[in-house]
């Protein structure tokens, strides 16, 4: 720890702090739906999530050194993925690897993730899509006429995105209205900013505070996982019960338990916090 | 995941794996008296053994790289003490930091460590020596006429150890006695290598393969931590009680519900516990 005036301060990387804050963010309980400390599925449990960050760590460094983004979230989705459930942080790691950049380019702000994402090219949205070839994750059938560039091809699709001059940009832009994570690389990761902001306001563990926004996110907006995965009318539920608990009129542990029953996980929601935690780690929060 | 015929092969470092051993051995729980995954203590939480695992990953890293050991010792207790909690894994990295150079050197067995023990020098007995400057470990006064040779002095003890040519081998020679880590580089890391066999041995989450191994480790044996910070009756009287929960007498989670009140801390078996982590992942232990 080097202390100093301004109190203490982390010589951690943006990719240790990056590692850390998937740590934190799946050790944040409770966090109604997903796997958190107290709560796993016997298919996905928490040290599944432990080894996907540790796995995910090399691909992260390569994005804070300058690697091309889409390059640094393929291999960081690579190594997250050498544990045997399969899916563990996929988006969260969609979320982390624009924001690592930007702070290995010493521009950790909306203007600096902007600009890596203006300055995607073909060549990453060809990543992006290679990406999917390491695990399953789930999403919606492409819209009429899409089919040809639906991620679920793999790098099968490559030459459709090379036809269409499609960047990694682009590709996350046309997914913006039913996908958070792309909202966030099309509108300038405005809610992991804010989020970010509000986890250093807080006082307490972070791990606690990264519980309490979770819940925050989930109240203000439906979560994409649960409607791509279930349906809108489960994201509005639990949008509403998320409601629900920070107005006290819901306790926050029985809803965990319930949605884990019912297998209804706002994962797109920890994604966002896990992003939100880099940015606040990267930002002087001490752990 | 690489898939062959001999079953799932990790990609992992062993610096990843030495990480991921820190990740899951506290993710373990029960473990009577220590920190993990449902138990914490107010000023030395979960979440700062999570900051810890991550920062001493590259002191890790140096290990595996060739590093001196003592060196690399010193810099993954530097890393790990990044966290506003002070000392949370500085045992493990103690039994870590040969077990990595091993593997590093792609003789992971105990006559592998023999060997990196044996090879330690003078300089790096002045680096463990220099780690205490980093956090504050409990230990014992010194023995009579040893008051130079105190750890608490940290670098201020180099001369010394100089004037005498002891090396890293010979210091924990001399603690063998009362400091189990000590004893497992003296006698060839034979507990830890026993227990990595229970650990590959055993079926289900590796989280609850640390909990059971714990357990085991601490009813075979007294917990050299428990008699230097508290005494050797609470040191019988732990081991005693974890025989009970082994011969189910004794529920584990009441025990460990308990010693975290009473600030009765196992922490020298669950050192053990993370190198043992280390060899099974090594070993081919999936996660």
Redesign the interface.
Known sequence: ?VRGGGG?V???TPA?NA??AL??EV?GTPKPGNVD??REYDDL????F??GA??A?PGLALAAEGERVGRAFERAVH?M????AGNTQFGALLVLSPLVAAAGDGALSRAGVRQVVDATTVADAADFYRAFEHVDVAVDDPPEGMEPLDVRRGSDAVPELERRGLTLADVMADSADVDGVAAEWTAGFERVFDTAERVRDATG???DRASRVFLELLAAEPDTFVVTRDDPETAAEVQRRARAVLDGDEDATELAEELVARDVNPGTTADLVAGALFVALERGV??
């Open positions: 720890m203490a982390s010589r951690r240790q590692e850390l740590l934190l050790a400390r107290e449990r928490f040290e599944h432990l080894a540790v796995g760590r190594g993925a050498d544990q045997s563990p972070v791990a001490e752990v």
